[in-house]
């Protein structure tokens, strides 16, 4: 018996977020649950941030903890929650998701259908060479894995998986731009056949079925190889900029208040985009802003990117081609 099922305090309505997103904790606060936040796990030994969690559960009478961002693969956050029974995911679950490596060894270890679906060395010893990955989020229900959304990744030359053996150093939405030779394009939708996508949606959800995961968002990397898809690596979260804003563009949904939604229970609509959205890299960064909205469909200027929209692919690749002053 859990902690917190010992002293009978849990209720199903209040939560307790840790390193929420302030829209999080908006819809959260709008559906009617009693929300509680650790902002920040930082400043914390992992004996503090363990006792806190606990102290922070019984005060408010916690009966779901959701782990954001960083959080969401802190080792005393996942632990504390599962012990005190107020974690969606079994500790274990989220921890195997986040280690490149583990996953490279469980898909390994499951069977011949796996073995030749991970993202292993080339010859020499050297790391996988790709030119385009595809960034898969999903939301999970009660372990039913929904599809939310495969962006692009695209690099005008080749490039090298970046996460080495046993680590992970992606940015939070596990895309590295620098890393590739030239210009790093993210596209939603992703252009790819039914067929493509079919096999992508399969890899994701499967390696989420095979680690346990039952509820939550989660990113999971597939790199496009010479040999067909293959499983880079995955987090235990939604994903980053500027492909959670791709997404939100196209469909109109707001991730956070889907995330709301599967946790009181209620449907959670699907991701149908109208139009398409590309992230381009600011070819010139010190242009600044104000000229990069008079490009045709500009939706926002951030973080390096000119995020752009369109009805079609073909206008999209002209508006991107008019960004970067060259043909895509």
Partial sequence: MTESARCGITDSRRLLLVHP???????????????????????????????????????????MLIACGEASTHPAVLETAEQLGVSPNPASAARLLADATEV?????????????????????????????????????????????GIVELRFTGRRELEAAPGSFS????????????????????APITGPEGAEIRALAT????????????????????????????????????????????????VAEQELVRALSGKHVEAATPVGYAVAVPLPDTSAGSERMTDFANVQEVRD???????????????????????PV
Avoid: C, K
């Fill in 206 to 253: 499967g390696l989420l079925d095979l680690v346990g995961y039952e509820f939550g968002y989660a990113f999971t990397r597939v790199a496009r190889t010479e040999q067909g898809p293959r499983v880079v690596d995955a987090l235990p979260r939604q994903a980053g900029w500027p492909a959670s804003r791709l997404i939100e563009l196209t469909t109109g949904l």
């Fill in 21 to 63: 997103t302030p829209r999080l904790e908006s819809a959260a606060t709008e559906a009617g649950y009693h929300v509680a936040q650790i902002a920040d796990t930082a400043g914390f030994t992992d004996v503090e941030l363990r006792s806190h969690l606990r102290e922070t559960v019984r005060a408010h009478r916690v009966g």
């Fill in 304 to 326: 390096g990117h000119v995020l752009l929209t369109a009805l079609t692919p073909a206008e999209l690749a002209v508006r991107t081609a008019a960004v970067l002053g060259r």
């Fill in 170 to 189: 992606a940015p939070a939405d596990g895309y590295d731009a620098a890393a590739g030779d030239g210009v790093a394009l993210h596209t939603f939708p």
């Fill in 104 to 148: 490279r060894d469980l898909l390994n270890r499951s069977g011949p259908q796996w073995q030749a679906l991970t993202s292993s060395a080339e010859p020499g010893g050297g790391p996988p060479r790709y030119d385009v990955e595809y960034g898969v989020e999903t939301l999970t229900a009660e372990g039913m894995h929904r599809v939310t």
